[in-house]
T-cell receptor
Framework: DGGITQSPKYLFRKEGQNVTLSCEQN?????MYWYRQDPGQGLRLIYY???????QKGDIAEGYSVSREKKESFPLTVTSAQKNPTAFYLC???????????FGPGTRLTVL | QKEVEQNSGPLSVPEGAIASLNCTYS??????FFWYRQYSGKSPELIMS????GDKEDGRFTAQLNKASQYVSLLIRDSQPSDSATYLC???????????FGTGTRLKVLA
């Protein structure tokens, strides 16, 4: 089955820790995205990547880092510099031949 | 001014009625428009995309686009309680590979 997977589904972090959220897709999509969603809010773009080994900051990149070493994978690290990391994190991909983004199931991060 | 604006709701409609959801956007050069449905605690799922002025129908859903007035709407006919969700409008400005999302409209369909 083609799709986007994110792991873990739930993640708990102590203050001061870095954590990495996984995102994998087997849709052969070129572009991948990370969004953050807070309760009652829309989606805010953290980082995106259009090709391997290249990525761009979105609107709220501070305190986050990404890598894109493989087309299929786009992990997001939430660093200790992110002051308010508790949120729902969504990964999406977009085949550049088409025009639609599809989302993974999300990771809910809670800082204890 | 927000780039994509939606009324947060909740919009309450009785079962079987037509639900009308609206979205306005600020970038006049935008070319692609999308509606996503998001159930509580779940990720968004794409339900409609529209690129040209006019109406596009898919089952009970109709998307309407008016580029001159910079708005896009979603009509849901014969609304069902299972349609109760938050509906997100997304706009892709021309020449970018990014979406701009609205904050969503919460729809409640009352049985």
């Amino acid at each position: 089955d083609g799709g986007i997977t994110q792991s873990p589904k739930y993640l708990f972090r102590k203050e001061g820790q870095n954590v990495t959220l996984s995102c994998e897709q087997n849709l052969n999509h070129d572009a991948m995205y990370w969004y953050r969603q807070d309760p009652g809010q829309g989606l805010r773009l953290i980082y995106y990547s259009q090709i391997v080994n290249d990525f761009q900051k979105g609107d709220i990149a501070e305190g986050y880092s990404v890598s894109r070493e493989k087309k299929e994978s786009f992990p997001l690290t939430v660093t200790s510099a992110q002051k308010n990391p508790t949120a729902f994190y969504l990964c999406a991909s977009w085949g550049l031949a088409g025009d639609e983004q599809f989302f993974g199931p999300g990771t809910r991060l809670t800082v204890l | 001014q927000k780039e994509v604006e939606q009324n947060s709701g909740p919009l309450s409609v009785p079962e079987g009625a037509i639900a009308s959801l609206n979205c306005t956007y600020s970038d006049r050069g935008s070319q692609s428009f999308f509606w996503y449905r998001q159930y509580s605690g779940k990720s968004p799922e794409l339900i409609m995309s529209i690129y040209s002025n006019g109406d596009k129908e898919d089952g009970r859903f109709t998307a309407q686009l008016n580029k001159a007035s910079q708005y896009v709407s979603l009509l849901i006919r014969d609304s069902q309680p299972s349609d109760s969700a938050t509906y997100l409008c997304a706009v892709s400005p021309s020449g970018t590979y990014k979406y701009i999302f609205g904050t969503g409209t919460r729809l409640k369909v009352l049985a």
